[in-house]
């Protein structure tokens, strides 16, 4: 199976930018024929929201960016090569790439994302024979659980007071979301059977296995050479920049800040998560000089970010202003019960994620439409909340978006390991669909 779909991917599949263009246009098409909206209009509607998300694109590049220095602090950095280190066996590597990426996910999306990367390509350097775009893909692959964690999108949001569904569902804690106990058993299914599935993707045959470029290997060491060293003269300016007391101090200020502002009733929110990474990195990393040059080289990992998120945005815009996300959900909605609806849901936020790759902007369109078709079926809003959640999660192991940060860590091509990542969406589709059935008829 995974060489069928590796084969396909390599023949037919474009890189993400390409895609993001090719849906722009696919959603312009779906909007006219569909809504039978005009196409100026629909043209419209993708132009005045192409800059929408702009606020949206910073928060999320900086929440990868200061996850990626995060990762890369010396303390974090020496517990991920102790943690790895008697690790020898490809499937094993695997395993842990999977869990690193998992675990991290369910702590923080932004810090999963970037960590699975990270430990994936240092097990690829380590351990020989492992076959290098399973285990970048299996690192990734554990970016599953992040709508199960303590930032998921959605749960976060309806757990904070003010949030745009008040009025409607009121707040809900995250103990009847994400700590509930079919996602514990959700969360635990995935956590177990994810890398051993990842695991026995890998190649059999010896000449299948594509292990690291060593050109790739030269570039990670030589990237750590020049962390370690240091040639700057010892001037006045350059003490400032490598002191602790300002490295250490603001960094102390800030997760001063972050405990005083929860002890007075503060939530947690992505601004608030972006504060907490920030200021932990620079604390970890220990002079300004430091952290500076970790961001400058994390910057390449958010680049692809940057320049596709006003795309998704216009997608958005069109969805949202011709209605077509409504009248796609509405449709699911038809055929669902009270026991079906949360499954329904499920599977409808998989296909609008292709379009609309935010949990967050996701929510907030198809958020609404969900809630009131929960109140009117009697099915608990807590269901369908989180089943549009992990819809969202789900897809994103195709949904080429949030991948982007992983290949420029790796330094593959996206068509190298979306075989892999197709087979490990289906699995998840399995587990995904089975929880939620089974929620839905057992209560």
Known sequence: MTSFFTSMVNKYLPDPFVIAIGLTLVTVVLAMTMQGAGFIE????????????????????????TGYVLAKTPLVNKAIDKSIAGIKRPSTAIIAATLFGGIGSLLNWGF?????????????????????????????????????????????TLATPGHFLEEQVGIIPLSETIFSLPMIISTLAILITLPI?????????????????????????????KESASTEEATFSNRMNNSHFFGIGIGILGL????????????????????IMLFLGILLM?????????????????????????????????LAGTGLITSFSNWFVSFSTEATLPFWSLISAFFINILAPSGGGQWAIQGPIMVQAASELG???????????????????????????????????????????????????VVHGTIFLLWGFLG
């Open 42 to 65: 629909t043209t419209m509607y993708w132009g005045d929201g192409f800059w929408d998300l702009l606020a949206f694109t910073m928060q999320m590049t900086i929440i990868l960016l």
């Open 112 to 156: 999963g994302l970037i960590i699975g990367g990270i430990v994936a390509q240092k097990l690829a350097i380590q351990v020989r024979g492992v076959h290098y775009p399973l285990i970048i893909a299996a690192g990734y692959s554990g970016f599953a659980l992040y709508g199960s964690g303590i930032s998921g999108t959605v749960p976060v």
């Open 197 to 225: 599935v990842n695991a026995r993707l890998h190649p059999k045959k010896k000449d299948d296995i594509i292990e690291i470029d060593p050109k790739i290997v030269q570039e990670v060491e030589s990237e750590g050479a």
């Open 256 to 275: 001063i800040y972050t405990v005083t502002y929860f002890i007075q009733g503060g939530s947690l929110g992505l601004n608030t998560v972006n504060f």
């Open 286 to 318: 220990g002079t300004p000089a430091r952290y500076l040059s970790a961001v400058s080289d994390g910057i390449k990992t958010v680049a692809g970010i940057v320049l596709q998120y006003p795309f998704y945005a216009g997608i958005m815009a069109i």
């Open 379 to 429: 099915t608990s809003i807590q269901q369908t909340a989180m089943a549009v959640m992990l819809g969202d999660a789900w897809n994103n192991m195709i949904q080429p978006f949030w991948i982007l940060p992983v290949l420029a860590i790796s330094k593959l091509p996206l068509k190298s390991i979306m075989g892999y990542m197709v087979v490990i969406m289906l699995w998840l589709g």
